[in-house]
Structures are given as C-alpha cells and as structure tokens.
C-alpha cells in the first residue's frame, strides 16, 4: 500500500542488502512474528543478525530508523532491509497452491489481489550486539556480577571499591544497569516511540560498550507519525503489560493507510500518557533484577496474579509474602530496593501504580532517588 511505497521504501535504501552478501549461521529465536538468524557478512566478514518477517517488519523498520536517527546507543545498530526468499536458493511464487490463493483473493475483494503469501519476505539486518539479553544474564546465579566488569569497566572492574559482595556492591550494579534501561526508554519516548513490549528478553546486552540496548521493536507505536499497528493478535506480553493492557488491545485504531487516515487517526496519544505502560513495565524489569524468585516464568506469572487480587497494591502483596523470601538472596533482593530509606522499593511502586497517570514517567524515574543517589545537591555543596 501507500506505506510500503511511499515511505518504506525510501527508508530501505539506508543500505542495499540481498540474502546473498549473508552466510546464515545459528538461529537465535524463533517468535510468532519471525525467526532470527545469526550471519556473516560475505563482504565485512562481521556478525550480524538478520530478522526474517512474518508479521510486523514494516513496523520494525520504521522504528528501527526512527530511533537509530534519534537515539543509536540505545537499539541494536539497525543496518536495513530488503525483500528477499524465505532461504538461499529457494524458487520464488509460482506454484499452483498460490494460483489458487490468488484466485481466493480476487473473489473476496474483487480489485485488489492480496498476494502477502506469495511475497517474498522482509529481512531485517542489525549488528550483532553480544550473545546474551538480561533476562539469559538474570538466569545465572552470578546476576548482577556476571555484568560487573563489563559495567564498570573504567573503575577497575568493580562498582563499588574494597566493597564486597552484598546488598550495598549488588544496589550500585542493578543502579547502573537500570539506569541505562531508563535512558533507552526516555529517549524512545522523546521521540514519541511507545515500546510496549519491554521485558529482558529485549535487552541486548553489548559488552563492548558495557551497555543493555532494546532490541524487538514491531510492537512499537509511533506517536507522532500515527503508526500504531493494530495487533492481530495479542502481542502484548501480559506478564509485563500493565494491568490496563486490554486498553491497548481493543481501542487503538488499525495501522493508517493513508496521509488522510493519518492526520485523523484516534491513535495512541489520545489516551493519557501512554509512556507510562512501558514504565509499568520497567518497573517489573526492576523488581526481577532484585529479587530471584520472581524471575521464572511461573513465579512471575503467579507474581502478577497475586498483585490482582490484591488490588494491584505492592504493599500488600509484600505483606503476605512467606517470611522464606526474605532469607538468602532474596532476602538480599529486598535489602537492595530497601536501602536508603526504600529508594528502590519506591521507585517500584511509582512505576507500577494501577492508573497509569500516577506513574512515574521514564525520565522521571532518571531523577528518583534510587538512580541519582541519596540528594544529588549535597556533593555539589559539599564540593
Ligand atoms: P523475537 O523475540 O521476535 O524472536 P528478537 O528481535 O527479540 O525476536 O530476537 C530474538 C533473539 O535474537 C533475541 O532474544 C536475541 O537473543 C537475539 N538478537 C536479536 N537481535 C540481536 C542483536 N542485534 N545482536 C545480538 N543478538 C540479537
Ligand atoms: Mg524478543
């Protein structure tokens, strides 16, 4: 449609690439809108990641594009796209299957043939970042010291100096590494880049630059330009969408066609403050780094149901918790969101309020307590 010629193509060009400058290595991950390979450039010899599309590549790229202009550091260094076979080699179209697709098409809308399955289909090619994402980082025992070195890199290594391990070294690392998590999502958000679809799972970790970066960005919305895609299905991951997700999900507008559907459209930014469901989001982010027994997928899960029958109250699901999460590591966990009188703890519960008005925005949660320190004057006076 008018999109795909008028504005996608353009944003194409940012480099022509063809499944043949690639040699395809290990697949990466496979979800219900594409599978991800790693690759070789043929040319460069360097790693990339190409992204092949069932569903959603249109909104990926222009997300992609949209924030490596604005914000590089913190996506995945989106390369470009192209049209290209399903593998090497492949026959393209043809075939009588298709034919008889075609003809199923032209009998429903009687002008326009949608052929989408016969298309060739949308690459996507990024460099490759690292090998792991926080949530495969969360997994080790070693979190967070297993990103230690990789973090604090200019002071030696460590976070905190002669500070061994415990709450006070874990509270600096998990500080840092959510800190840059809020620079990504602010600098999204000042461009008008809803995410929603937050979690660790999309967090690339480059141990390069020491620094998590978002990757997975087709179920983004793009306030100012009005592309909110319209989920076919849902997309919205519920263990980490706020408890309004279903909002989202049945009153936003499909994706606009046209510049007249897009001047009119009802899209997104006419709810109130729609960076806050990627704030209830991070705060979930937060809450996993502190405390391992939310990082499993059941835990998580039974987490959530928890704080819906309690009224979405933090405090009272905190109440209710068996004295056993607050020994060990866990125990830990809750030490590290208690410090200096509850920094992160209330950075918690002002991310993940129920109205989503109330909540704490990205670049609001830059300057709270737990990622600025104690009072960020003091130093200056004291200087
Ligand atoms: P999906 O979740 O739809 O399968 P993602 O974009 O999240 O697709 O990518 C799947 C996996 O591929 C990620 O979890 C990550 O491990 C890996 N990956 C994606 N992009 C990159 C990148 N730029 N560098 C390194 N690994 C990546
Ligand atoms: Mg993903």
Redesign the pocket.
């Known amino acids: 449609g008018f999109v795909d010629y008028y504005v996608l193509r353009p944003l194409l060009g940012q480099r022509s690439f063809s499944l043949d400058d690639f040699v395809i290595g290990n697949k990466?991950?496979?979800?219900g809108?594409?599978v991800?390979y790693k690759a070789t450039g043929v040319e460069d010899g360097e790693t990339y990641?190409l992204?092949r599309c069932k569903d959603y590549g249109e909104a990926e790229i222009w997300t992609n594009s949209r924030l490596m202009r604005a914000c590089p550091k913190y996506i995945?260094?989106y390369q470009g796209a192209f049209y290209g076979p399903k593998e090497k080699g492949a026959a393209r179209g043809g075939g009588e299957q298709s034919i008889w697709k075609r003809a199923k098409s032209f009998a429903q809308k009687a002008v326009e043939v949608d052929d989408s399955d016969d298309d060739d289909p949308m690459w996507l090619v990024?460099?490759?970042?690292?090998?792991e994402?926080l949530n495969g980082l969360m997994q080790s025992k070693e979190f967070p010291y297993n990103v230690e070195p990789f973090l604090f890199r200019d002071s030696g290594g460590v976070a905190v100096e002669g500070e061994p391990r415990g709450p006070a070294r874990k509270k600096a690392i998990i500080q840092r590494i959510f800190k840059q998590i809020l620079e990504c999502l602010s600098g999204a958000h000042a461009t008008g880049i809803i995410l929603r679809d937050v979690k660790p799972?999309?967090m690339?970790f480059d141990p390069k630059e020491g620094r998590f970066k978002l990757?997975?960005l087709?179920a983004a919305a793009d306030l100012r330009f009005g592309f909110n895609y319209q989920p076919k299905e849902f997309i919205l991951d519920p263990r980490f969408s706020g408890p309004e997700e279903y909002i989202m999900s049945t009153q936003t507008p499909e994706a606009p066609a046209t510049p007249v559907a897009l001047a009119l459209s009802p899209a997104l930014w006419q709810l109130n403050v729609p960076d806050r469901f990627d704030s209830y989001s991070a705060g979930v982010v937060l809450l996993q780094m502190c405390l391992p027994s939310l990082r499993s997928d059941d835990n998580l899960i039974a987490f959530r149901r928890k704080l819906e029958e309690n009224g979405e109250s933090l405090q009272a699901w905190r109440k209710e918790l068996p004295s056993r999460m607050f020994t060990g590591e866990n125990g830990e966990g809750f030490d590290v969101l208690d410090a200096d009188d509850r920094a992160g703890w209330e950075l918690v519960k002002s991310l993940m309020f129920k109205e989503r008005e109330k909540r704490s925005s990205a670049t609001g949660a830059k300057f709270s307590r737990f990622i600025v320190g104690k009072n960020p004057f003091v130093t200056v006076l004291d200087g």
């Open positions: 990466l991950g496979e979800g809108f594409g991800v990641v992204k995945a260094k990024w460099k490759f970042e690292g090998s994402t799972e999309n690339i990757i997975d087709g």
